[in-house]
Antibody
């Protein structure tokens, strides 16, 4: 059974750096065809993909936020850490981590977020 | 960046209705399109991947179709537990963009 859980501060001040940890179980991030991603959702708004790390340590970032984001993994601890610098009130959101899986349809491989953590609300305010 | 749009942004429907939601990509994404359902206060749940493949455990009343730039999610007979917001997401390229969502509520 795969589970993911986000942890980190609930309140950060503007200009500070946010560090979030995703602790997971039920899979290994050293297994081929697996990744962990971060997605956020401001209150009442849509989902926004932030970053992704694959089993082979390949990393991908949202183009609009790339300069502020860093994603790392600790395979031995089953954790993925996301840092976001220079936080602003507009970054107030629920932050989710999710299991990113490679599946197959026809002759193609497809990737999707098949399991999500419950999310953690981060408020940016002075 | 690939932009995703959805229509309608919201709809009201009754139990038993057939519901169709449309998602459009700003460029061709082949069949690299996923659909998620989100209920208030909950994490999204994967319904459909690769445009038309039903995720394990998802009821067969949900179906997806399309390729290229135009996609649809269909609920054949709306059930009380289906009232939620639905998001499409492209997995064709980095950006993995989500659509703005379609809220389905009770008529």
């Amino acid at each position: 059974q795969i589970t993911l859980k986000e942890s980190g501060p609930t309140l950060v001040k503007p200009t500070q750096t946010l560090t979030l940890t995703c602790t997971f179980s039920g899979f290994s991030l050293s297994t081929s065809g697996v990744g962990v991603g971060w997605i956020r959702q401001p209150p009442g708004k849509a989902l926004e993909w932030l970053a992704l790390i694959y089993w082979d340590d390949d990393k991908r970032y949202s183009p609009s936020l790339k300069s502020r984001l860093t994603i790392t993994k600790d395979t031995s601890k089953n954790q993925v850490v996301l840092t976001m610098t220079n936080m602003d009130p507009v970054d107030t959101a629920t932050y989710y981590c999710a299991h990113f899986l490679r599946g197959y349809s026809g002759y193609e491989d497809h990737w999707y977020f098949d399991l999500w953590g419950r999310g953690t609300l981060v408020t940016v305010s002075s | 960046d690939i932009q995703m749009t959805q229509s309608p942004s919201s709809l009201s429907a009754s139990v038993g209705d057939r519901v169709t939601i449309t998602c459009r990509a700003s460029q061709s994404i082949s069949s690299y399109l996923n659909w998620y359902q989100q209920k208030p206060g909950k994490a999204p749940k994967l319904l459909i991947y690769a445009a038309s493949s039903l995720q394990s455990g998802v009821p067969s009343r949900f179906s997806g179709s399309g390729s290229g730039t135009d996609f649809t999610l269909t609920i054949s007979s709306l059930q009380p537990e289906d009232f939620a917001t639905y998001y499409c997401q492209q997995s064709y390229s980095t950006g993995f963009t989500f659509g703005p969502g379609t809220k389905v509520d009770i008529k």
